[in-house]
């Protein structure tokens, strides 16, 4: 079957091992004059909010599913705080700026880690041009899915929306797919908002 468009999809067994295509944003914006231009300085700031949990679906629920979003929390930050430095907006600014009416008002009751509207006001905030949301999805104990996107806060373009099937040590494959995906934002926000190819060199 083939791989949606707008999808890059990697499998992940033992060892972190890349498989995946680029995403329908990407490939246009190559294509394309005006999706090409820089949306943003190379400096411009990042806010990033935790990681969601989803696992509804899943064959079977336990209550350590909830340390996998908070693992990928730690790692997704930690990785954009290495390579961003600075540009990355604290954890406790984005923390009060989503529990503001301002950001609350655009979630229908629902978390702001999983609203892109929510993500947008909580940027606006913060003046960071950037937003990243993602969440982990459980399937079974063995399968697992981390999607993320990196949205554009000014015009609420997707720039990245990628989606990672994990499959192997479920601690393992969280950190893999979280720094992956980090390592794609900072590449994207370095070259203001042009995403490429996946996988591409130098962070």
């Known amino acids: 079957m083939p791989i949606p468009r707008g999808l890059a999809r990697a499998l992940l067994v033992g060892l972190p091992l890349l498989a995946a295509t680029p ?50 929390t730690e790692v997704l930050t930690g990785k954009l705080q290495e390579l961003l430095g600075r540009q990355l907006v604290g954890r406790g600014q984005v923390d ?12 229908g009751g629902q978390p702001c880690n999983v609203i892109v509207a929510c993500a947008r006001q909580v940027g606006k905030t913060l003046g960071a041009p950037w937003a990243v949301i993602a969440k982990v ?8 899915l981390f999607t993320g996107q990196l949205i554009h806060v000014p015009s609420g373009e997707i720039i990245l929306d990628d989606s990672t099937e994990l499959k192997g040590e479920t601690r393992a494959m969280v950190r893999a797919g979280s720094r992956i995906f ?17 996988p591409t060199t130098d962070p």
């Open 182 to 198: 980090a390592e794609r934002v900072v590449r994207a926000v370095r070259r203001g908002g042009v995403a490429t190819n996946f």
């Open 137 to 144: 999805s459980k399937t079974s104990n063995l399968i697992w």
């Open 23 to 72: 995403t329908a944003r990407s490939a246009s914006a190559q294509s394309d004059p005006v999706r090409s231009r820089p949306r943003a300085a190379p400096t411009a700031r990042v806010i990033v909010l935790p990681v969601a949990l989803y696992n509804a679906q899943a064959n079977v629920q336990e209550s350590s599913d909830s340390s996998q979003a908070a693992l990928s």
């Open 96 to 107: 009060s700026a989503a529990a503001a009416p301002a950001a609350q008002a655009t979630t």
